[in-house]
């Protein structure tokens, strides 16, 4: 089955910087990678996805770049704010396999 | 147009019960997926059914099982319990099972086994 492997666990960056999560994958037939965002206490939300016929896709602050001969998949986020603060995790798949998730938290 | 929603919103129960979750899809979709996260990790995928059948199943011991009916919600039932099944469960739904339909997800039930 597939596997995918999300790094790193967690990121703290300032208020207006940026961050990068990445994740790689293991079988080569994945063709759709989403990323959702899970705010305390809620369930996860969709917030961009990628299919393998793109290289990156944005979404205003959000982007997301795809290497399928790397087997690697990136979320970038921009000029981050307080509300960005949540746990993000990549899937793979459509989404039998996520990846473990990174806390992240956007100091003021 | 509704979400995913999931009932009961918290459930507690006592080890060796049985727990019953329900889960009613985005209109229109027809595949069911459920998901385990204990607290503070990850989410473990359970069971997906599309169509009314069980289309594929995660590492889970047999104890978990769940079924999705006519209409297209679902079940997922957790018998025997033990305090390690204390967890957020999470349903999602998804217009079928072509790879590449968009998952959404419910905002979860919370077990709690005491």
């Known amino acids: 089955g597939e596997n995918v492997e999300q790094h790193p666990s967690t990121l703290s960056v300032q208020e207006g910087d940026s961050a990068v999560i990445k994740c790689t994958y293991s079988?080569?037939?994945?063709?759709?990678f989403p990323w959702y965002k899970q705010e305390l206490g809620k369930g996860p939300q969709l917030i961009i996805d990628i299919r393998s016929n793109v290289g990156e896709k944005k979404d205003q602050r959000i982007a997301v770049t795809l290497n399928k001969t790397a087997k690697h998949f990136s979320l970038h986020i921009t000029e981050t704010q307080p509300e960005d603060s949540a746990v993000y995790f990549c899937a793979a798949s459509w989404g039998l396999s996520f990846g473990a998730g990174t806390t992240v938290t956007v100091r003021a | 147009e509704a979400g995913v929603t999931q009932s009961p919103t918290h459930l507690i129960k006592t080890r060796g019960q049985q727990a019953t979750l329900r889960c009613s899809p985005i209109?229109?979709?027809?595949?069911v997926y459920w998901y385990q996260q204990a607290l503070g990790l990850g989410l473990q995928f359970l069971l997906w059914?599309?169509?009314?059948?069980?289309?594929n199943r995660g590492n889970f011991p047999p104890r978990f099982s769940g079924r999705q009916f006519p209409n297209y919600s679902s079940e997922l039932n957790v018998n025997a319990l033990e305090l390690e099944d204390s967890a957020l469960y999470l349903c999602?739904?998804?217009?079928?099972?072509?790879?590449?339909?968009?998952?959404?997800f419910g905002e979860g039930s919370w077990l709690t086994v005491v």
């Open positions: 999602a739904s998804s217009l079928g099972r072509l790879s590449g339909n968009t998952i959404y």
């Open positions: 209109s229109g979709h027809t595949s």
């Open positions: 079988d080569s037939a994945s063709n759709y």
């Open positions: 059914y599309d169509e009314g059948e069980e289309r």
